[in-house]
């Protein structure tokens, strides 16, 4: 360890009066030229050495220390006249117009004053805002005369960016900073200014420093030739000005000139602080690009804060391609060997590990679980080549550090952008594998939102013990089944292993023994004992249930009958779970799917995350291996294949729709439509149109299920959850449906019609956008252009949608980040406000709750009585 | 099971520190399920095993799960802005816009409707809520007149009042015929025949003008409100489980509460700036969770309550509705760095520098701006070091 590490306290904030500038700084700057013809730095001019250096073996001629090691020295340039600050031409603006223009004193009389204090003082020594005072005392200090002077005010305007214009006179930089000096200090106050830290005519500057050159390097390209920051080159403009100015009132020159000149000094110095500030034309470099000066530096997206100090750079990460390995656990994620070969783990070396260590330096940087660098006690960093191992390890003694190659039980942190909850970065155990993308168990595609159409991820290696103690209690993936959101599971199946899971446990679903074992060898699973006699796959499954689990509920293939026939179920519906035994019903998306498996809930609730991650590590491999591949899985047009008569219906359902449509439309034209309640006859016209085209598409949906059978695969897939609806598989089969444009029937494009194809005026179906064709057969150019319609509002929808929300939870984060839970059980923000006396009204955490609720009592009452009902026995 | 008895058994337990809801939920589920004494206090053993495993965590940072959680699902929303939510004849914005519009704490929502409901003894009047309905919604008075008249040769504008409207509006002439004396001077009222005058001089110059000024009255005169409360326009009314409701398109609820047989206690509205106005800064926070809540779950999107309240008491805490974003919660932080982490950068540090401001590191972000473990959660325990001699 290298000591104490010191804690910063606090950050003063203050101005800088022209004598610390001075004080500071190391030398005057003069010249606006930077180098001499041989490329060596002017003295006094802006790459002056004494400002620090940036050439590594470089010695700083200030303070003695290497190029990289020396942060710089700031300079100072006196201005031949004073010049106001662009940041504080408001403030210096209200000042002005809040004083007095003789004797400086604020506009306000005694009682004011007294009234005032008081309230500035109490909310000031509480460290709260005093923005809203500070107006009321401007609006109540507008004054005609002063009430000490006696003195007639006149009204003061800011013109646009800097300029004060009191009555028809344009006050100069010189008289402005006059009067702000005149303002006594017990004034201060009032005007929003502490007395401690600043002075009112420190806004207009005198002398300004000049940043060292480690803030403004230049950059040689490869040509040789130096390319200077825009910084030097404002610096250049504000120095050659400056010096023309000097020169031109030493000569006696007109005051015209030196007014122009002092103007355009103004005009350098406002551009250098703020390129961006209203009114002003922005400094433009020779290629015609703004400059961008010191306010742009700090602020917005690419600014300072936001891409440096909010957020920052690391070391031992990686990117790469995603892409699904369901060998793999939960918490696993498979690691490309190149990877592992580049980002370390710090382990200290000690008398225990030390052979260990030896080895890994022996493979060197080149083999799998090798060693970069070492770091010896006296704090070198030594990099680990073929030829210098043998020292190396020679050397190795406890107190050394070697940065080892990351090996199979390391703990990384994992995160997919964007990071839109606490589940997009989690901790997982690496397993080091050939070929060159990260591998990761399907089940925790949805927190992450991943796919494998091309998605990348991050990984980060934790450099501390701390952090990886912390990441493996906290952040591992098993930790973060149930979201906090809303207390249910968001880590679970998808896809083919809802359809692997329903094939298993189907009810026709038998193996003999040996095939059983096989699919349960094949899954990781421990062995049952024999049973001597074909296994169901219900009995396969509940190999993975823990013994004491109980469970009622209905799958997702239940058909919502009107009344439920509970334990009779014909579909197999009603899943029983008792002594963790799957007696009736098929597992789907209801039982471990992501977002809503009941089983999976219940296990994580009652039983361990542990518990829950075994259940989806194997039950996911016992849906691919058990079911999925036992009987082969496939989906194709075939599966939406319909008989020809099935398709007469359907032409002729929608051609008598068709016909309804033109009824109401005739209705419409011949003022026989009666209007719904508050909406006129085109818009019930229109109301009526759509629900009788939706009805018409819905019945042919109804036509084309009753040919749907449950040994069709997409028809599997879209009961069980796993993946499209019964809403796509009938518009494959008989018609897509209306397309919308704005939440209604289209209507847009040419004069009174959508296209030159129909007549003006026509609002039937086909006309407005109604798709008569299913997918499968195909759409006709008209429909396929409404489509097209339809489909590129969903695109700009959703392009919109990311930007809008994402802004909405940048703010929610800022505006609710302070807030945490205190030990008395209150929730406050940083300054100690209680926010809420108990968190949630009930200090329930929901991400440990049941669904939002203490328990279910129902169950609790269930479980508690087959408890004693067995303990009787 | 009655609530008390609950009450003691959990009081024996030891648990006193249960929310009074969760007792009644007790109470509920006992009598659900036929619970005996003995079998009551063992559940209410479970429960409180259950409520000490599933409490927050000194230190946990729920502020910042809070927003996630909201914030999360914002992606999934749809951006459909106007929707019919249960009432087809109105539209109220709904999805994304609307909880920004929510979080925004703006004064002037895109859709403001109120549901107002009446009290046991009108709430089942149809014709006593048929009349609040006339008198409540906007009528103009072109909703009243039929053959409306522009006579451009004589400058008048005859109309004639139409009793058959007035009738199934219940509206009395005289209210109508008194409104329109009241507004206009150049008016002759004939039984229900109504003509108007302008102040048209019978100069040929002005001719041009006098047309000008005829289409005006003509504008003016239908537009002319006759009866309804300020702030509202169209009202439907409606029969739902059992009783008459009104749905309003604008809202007053100020105005509205003061109308006698109006359910003041079921009444509402989704305009959280009135009813803050109105009835408060508590009731402005109710009605931020249920605004919030209800938007989200008609998306089909479910979030804890637990973090909407958390929000709605951060907008709510210092006793005014304040905005989440820069003119409001996030632009009255305490720490310099956070502001100007935020937003507005400039402006951030230059008025901390006049003002002399001190940032004490006390947040999230000024830890994470100086490098520094953030106090929350883990970060948020230490070691004090004791020295013994």
């Known amino acids: ?873 | 099971m009655d609530v008390e008895q609950v009450q003691t058994v959990v009081n024996e337990v030891g648990a006193d520190y249960f929310p009074i809801k969760l007792v009644e939920e007790i109470a509920e589920a006992g009598e659900r399920n036929n619970l005996t004494d003995e079998e009551l206090e063992k559940l209410v053993l479970k429960v409180k095993e259950a409520y000490e495993r599933e409490e927050v965590e000194p230190g946990e940072s729920v502020g910042t799960i809070a927003a996630q959680s909201v914030g999360e699902p914002g992606t999934q929303m749809t951006m459909r802005t106007f929707h019919y939510a249960g009432v087809v004849e109105l539209n109220v914005t709904l999805g994304l816009p609307r909880l920004i519009e929510v979080v925004d704490a703006r004064k002037k929502i895109s859709t403001p409707t109120m549901d107002i409901y009446f009290t046991d003894e009108f709430k089942n009047d149809e014709e006593f809520i048929r009349k609040m309905g006339n008198k409540i919604g906007k009528i103009t008075l072109n909703d009243v007149i039929k053959n409306f008249n522009v006579n451009y040769m004589d400058n008048v504008i005859t109309a004639e009042i139409d009793q058959d409207i007035l009738d199934e509006r219940r509206l009395e002439i005289s209210e109508v015929t008194g409104e329109i004396e009241k507004t206009f001077k150049h008016v002759t009222i004939n039984n229900n025949l109504l003509s108007f005058e302008t102040t048209f001089s019978n100069d040929e110059e002005k001719i041009q003008q006098g047309i000008r000024e005829l289409r005006l009255l003509a504008d003016k005169i239908r537009d002319l409100q006759i009866s309804g409360v300020k702030g509202i326009g169209k009202v439907v009314i409606r029969h739902e489980q059992n009783e008459w409701v009104i749905h309003t398109e604008g809202s007053n609820i100020g105005a509205i509460l003061k109308i006698p047989g109006v359910d003041i206690v079921r009444t509402t509205t989704n305009d959280i700036f009135e009813i803050e106005k109105v009835l408060g800064i508590e009731a402005a926070r109710n009605a931020i969770i249920h605004e919030l809540y209800t938007t989200m779950e008609e998306q089909g999107l479910s979030v804890d309550i637990r973090h909407i309240m958390l929000v709605a008491d951060m907008m709510t805490s210092d006793g005014t509705v304040k905005s989440i974003g820069r003119h409001g919660i996030s632009g009255e932080k305490s720490s310099v760095l956070a502001r100007a982490a935020f937003e507005e950068t400039g402006k951030h540090l230059l008025n901390a520098s006049i003002r002399g401001e001190v940032d004490h590191l006390t947040g999230i972000i000024e830890n994470v701006i100086v490098g520094q473990p953030i106090p929350h959660g883990t970060g948020s325990v230490g070691i004090n070091m004791k020295k013994i001699d």
């Open chain 1, 1 to 873: 360890m290298k000591g104490i590490i010191k804690k910063v306290s606090e950050i003063d904030f203050g101005l800088m009066s022209p004598e610390t500038i001075r004080k500071m700084s190391v030398t005057k700057i003069v010249t606006p030229d930077t180098y001499d013809e041989d490329g060596y730095p002017i003295e006094a001019g802006l790459m002056d050495p004494r400002l620090g250096v940036i050439d590594p073996g470089l010695k700083c001629r200030t303070c003695g220390s290497k190029g990289g090691d020396c942060q710089g020295h700031f300079g100072h340039i006196n201005f031949a006249r004073p010049v106001i600050h662009v940041g504080f031409a408001d403030t210096i603006h209200k000042i002005l117009r809040s004083t007095c223009r003789k004797c400086g004193r604020v506009l306000l009389n005694e009682t004011e004053k007294l009234e005032y204090h008081d309230r500035l003082q109490s909310r000031i020594d509480a460290g709260e805002d005093i923005s809203r005072i500070l107006k009321q005392i401007h609006l109540s200090a507008k004054k005609e005369k002063c009430p000490y002077c006696e003195e007639e005010q006149e009204e003061i305007k800011i013109d646009k960016p800097i300029s004060l214009v009191e009555g028809n006179y344009k006050l100069t930089a010189s008289e402005v900073r006059e009067r702000l000096e005149t303002i006594p200090e017990e004034d201060y106050i009032y005007i929003g200014i502490n007395p401690k830290v600043a002075r009112p005519e420190w806004m207009v500057l005198t002398v300004l420093p000049v940043p060292p050159v480690t803030v403004r390097p230049s950059i040689t390209l490869e040509t040789g030739e130096r390319s200077e920051d825009d910084l030097t080159h404002k610096l250049v403009d504000i120095l050659r000005i400056n010096q023309r100015l000097k020169e031109n009132m030493e000569a006696g020159a007109p005051q015209l000139i030196v007014e122009d000149l002092w103007e355009l000094l103004q005009y350098h110095v406002t551009t250098y602080f703020d390129n961006e500030a209203s009114g002003v034309p922005p400094a433009r470099h020779r290629s015609g690009r703004p400059l961008k000066t010191l306010a742009q530096r700090l602020k917005g997206k690419e600014g300072r804060f936001r891409s440096n100090l909010a957020g920052k750079r690391v070391n031992f990460s990686a990117r790469t391609v995603i892409s699904p390995d369901p060998t793999l656990s939960i918490n696993e994620v498979g690691v490309p060997e190149m990877i592992a070969k580049e980002v370390t783990v710090p382990i200290a070396v000690t008398e225990w590990n030390i052979d260990k260590m030896k080895e890994y330096i022996n493979n060197g940087p080149d083999v799998h679980p090798g060693a970069n660098y070492i770091i010896r006690p006296d704090g070198r960093k030594i990099r680990v080549y073929d030829e210098t191992k043998e020292t190396v390890i020679e050397n190795l003694e406890p107190g050394y550090i070697v940065e080892r190659h990351i090996i199979d039980g390391d703990i990384v942190l994992f995160n997919r952008q964007p990071s839109l909850h606490r589940m997009s970065m989690m901790a997982h155990e690496v397993r080091v594998l050939p070929y060159k993308t990260f591998r990761l168990n399907l089940c925790v595609c949805p927190p992450y939102n991943a796919d494998f159409d091309g998605d990348e991820m991050n990984m980060h290696v934790f450099q501390t013990p701390e952090a990886r103690a912390e990441a493996n209690d906290i952040m591992k993936v098993q930790e973060h089944i149930l979201s906090p959101r809303y207390g249910g599971p968001i880590i679970g199946a998808i896809h083919d292993h809802i359809t692997g899971a329903y094939l298993l446990t189907h009810k026709d679903t038998v193996f003999e023994e040996d095939k059983a074992f096989q699919i349960i060898k094949r899954s990781k699973m421990e062995l049952p004992e024999a049973k001597g006699r074909p296994w169901t796959g219900k009995e396969i499954f509940s190999l993975l249930l823990p013994d004491k689990l109980n469970l009622v509920y209905k799958a997702e293939i239940c058909r919502k009958c009107e009344e439920c026939k509970q334990r009779d179920c014909e579909y197999d519906a009603y899943v029983v779970i008792s002594n963790g035994e799957l007696l009736q019903g098929v597992v789907d998306d209801k039982g471990y799917g992501s977002g809503s498996g009941k089983i999976l809930d219940a296990i994580v609730k009652q039983f361990s995350p542990s518990d829950a991650r075994y259940f989806l590590d194997h039950g996911t491999k016992l849906a691919v291996f058990g079911g999925v591949m036992q009987r082969g899985f496939t989906t194709g047009t075939a599966d939406e294949e319909i008989p020809k008569e099935a398709e007469d219906r359907i032409a002729e359902l929608l051609e008598r729709s068709d016909r309804r449509v033109e009824q109401l439309i005739e209705a419409y034209e011949n003022n026989e439509l009666e209007a719904l309640p508050g909406r006129s006859l085109r818009e019930t016209l229109e109301m009526k149109i759509m629900q009788v085209l939706g009805e018409a598409r819905d019945n042919t949906g109804v036509i084309a299920e009753h040919y749907f059978t449950t040994n069709n695969s997409a028809v599997i897939m879209a009961l069980t959850g796993a993946r499209g609806s019964m809403l796509n598989l009938t518009q494959i089969a008989t018609c897509v449906g209306q397309q919308a444009v704005r939440g209604g029937r289209i209507n847009r494009g040419y004069i009174d019609r959508t296209l030159p194809h129909f007549h003006k005026g026509d609002v039937g179906s086909k006309a407005s956008g109604f798709v008569h064709s299913s997918y499968k057969k195909g759409l006709d150019p008209l429909e396929f252009f409404f489509h097209a319609m339809g489909g590129r509002e969903g695109l700009v929808d959703t392009a919109i949608r990311t930007a809008q929300s994402g802004y909405m939870q940048r703010r929610l984060v800022n505006a609710l980040h302070d807030l945490s839970v205190h030990e008395d059980g209150t929730v406050r923000d940083n300054k100690g406000t209680i926010i809420q006396f108990k968190y949630g009204e009930d200090g329930i955490n929901p991400a440990k709750s049941d669904y939002g609720a203490v328990a279910n009592l129902d169950r609790l009452i269930e479980e508690m009585r087959l408890e004693d009902s067995r303990a009787s026995k």
